[in-house]
T-cell receptor, first 113, second 113 residues
């Protein structure tokens, strides 16, 4: 009965490939996020969506494209993967956009070889 | 934008001792300050949070203090136990239209039995 679920959990792929990570939340939250955690454990926001509308788009390469088909889903597509994209990608959600607890998914471990 | 500094980056204590982690933030409009605990290979999980209209909050062995004037907040863990060993992240949520939770770089806490 996972609140924020993301798939796949582990992904090993070659440079230049395109891959997607899917995320779903069953909490009825309005806001969803993608965070990237690098090898130094630094958590950095990439995107946030509020009711399917893009709110935050940090300086992320254009190769990363989020898509929110509805407010319970936020997927992340990555084109032309590079070695530096290797990281853990966390999907998250919060009830509303304004200063609420953020609940994280279990993370997707992406390794680019 | 918001900048959150967190210290120390590593902290080692004996079981039963107290642990203190400190954070400073730059945006005086920030109004929500959560703390997350991340065990190895797991997702970050909220352990306590405080809003800008409160100076201190306590939950069993965990307490957080906030000094708005100085723009710093701290996490206090008393009677530490080995299961408290994890990476702890402070974060600040920007006020106004800055709908972004900015994380500190994390503190690796090790509680030695």
């Amino acid at each position: 009965d996972t609140a924020v679920s993301q798939t796949p959990k582990y992904l090993v792929t070659q440079m230049g490939n395109d891959k997607s990570i899917k995320c779903e939340q069953n909490l009825g939250h309005d806001t969803m996020y993608w965070y990237k955690q690098d090898s130094k454990k630094f958590l950095k926001i990439m995107f946030s969506y509020n009711n399917k509308e893009l709110i935050i788009n940090e300086t992320v390469p254009n190769r990363f494209s989020p898509k929110s088909p509805d407010k319970a889903h936020l997927n992340l597509h990555i084109n032309s993967l590079e070695l530096g994209d290797s990281a853990v990608y966390f999907c998250a959600s919060s009830q509303v956009i304004d200063g609420n607890t953020i609940y994280f998914g279990e993370g997707s471990w992406l390794t680019v070889v | 934008g918001e900048n959150v500094e967190q210290h120390p980056s590593t902290l080692s204590v004996q079981e039963g001792d107290s642990a203190v982690i400190k954070c400073t933030y730059s945006d005086s409009a920030s109004n929500y300050f959560p703390w997350y605990k991340q065990e190895l290979g797991k997702r970050p999980q909220l352990i306590i949070d405080i809003r800008s209209n409160v100076g201190e909050k306590k939950d069993q062995r965990i307490a957080v203090t906030l000094n708005k004037t100085a723009k710093h907040f701290s996490l206090h863990i008393t009677e530490t136990q080995p299961e408290d060993s994890a990476v702890y992240f402070c974060a600040a949520f920007g006020g106004g239209s800055n709908y972004k939770l900015t994380f500190g770089k994390g503190t690796l806490l090790t509680v030695n039995p």
